[in-house]
T-cell receptor
Framework: GEDVEQSLFLSVREGDSSVINCTYTDSSSTYLYWYKQEPGAGLQLLTYIFSNMDMKQDQRLTVLLNKKDKHLSLRIADTQTGDSAIYFCAETRIFGNEKLTFGTGTRLTIIP | DTAVSQTPKYLVTQMGNDKSIKCEQNLGHDTMYWYKQDSKKFLKIMFSYNNKELIINETVPNRFSPKSPDKAHLNLHINSLELGDSAVYFC???????????????FGPGTRLTVL
């Protein structure tokens, strides 16, 4: 079965880079996603990466994928107070149904 | 212009009652989903419908019944509500992969259900 793991908490000083890590077990994962959930709000898609890519950059966000180790990371450059949220990684598989399997979420706290 | 909308945003009810949560998407997507987020923020798929047809049912109790009158709507009806049903329920939608999409799922704002 599929399993997606994340650290529960991360604290970063404002202006520093944040790196949120995720590991998954399903080698047939196709797309891997990062979602952001602010307090009391829904899930906002931040970015995604296809399994045949190693890296994707989008403004302050950099996604790195190590398929061999089944490790995904999200780097947020110049972290701001507005980045405080829970970050979820999620994956879907090549075959079978289209459901998203989510990680446990990482709560990012920004220290002024 | 709201892409995926849910009503109500908050729902407080007594144990044993029957309630419905509605979801609508105006993205022209073919597939819609219901997810449950528990008190520890863990998110798990409940159901998925593709063009009004059920394609995922993740061992959810029979008290939960999704209904899709058309491909833009997926409602969730819950019978005989229990304390453990208290959670935030998220609706989502995505375009079919065969149309060249990335399965990207867009989420609604969530419905916080509290069962007393």
């Amino acid at each position: 079965g599929e399993d997606v793991e994340q650290s529960l908490f991360l604290s970063v000083r404002e202006g520093d880079s944040s790196v949120i890590n995720c590991t998954y077990t399903d080698s047939s994962s196709t797309y891997l996603y990062w979602y952001k959930q602010e307090p009391g709000a829904g899930l906002q898609l931040l970015t995604y990466i296809f399994s045949n890519m190693d890296m994707k950059q989008d403004q302050r966000l950099t996604v790195l994928l190590n398929k061999k180790d089944k490790h995904l990371s999200l780097r947020i450059a110049d972290t701001q107070t507005g980045d405080s949220a829970i970050y979820f990684c999620a994956e879907t598989r090549i075959f079978g149904n289209e459901k998203l399997t989510f990680g446990t979420g990482t709560r990012l706290t920004i220290i002024p | 212009d709201t892409a995926v909308s849910q009503t109500p945003k908050y729902l407080v009810t007594q144990m044993g009652n029957d309630k419905s949560i509605k979801c609508e998407q105006n993205l022209g997507h073919d597939t819609m989903y219901w997810y449950k987020q528990d008190s520890k923020k863990f998110l798990k798929i409940m159901f998925s419908y593709n063009n009004k047809e059920l394609i995922i049912n993740e061992t959810v109790p029979n008290r939960f019944s999704p209904k899709s009158p058309d491909k833009a709507h997926l409602n969730l009806h819950i019978n005989s509500l229990e304390l453990g049903d208290s959670a935030v329920y998220f609706c989502a939608s995505s375009q079919d992969r065969w149309r060249g999409s990335t399965d990207t799922q867009y989420f609604g704002p969530g419905t916080r259900l509290t069962v007393l």
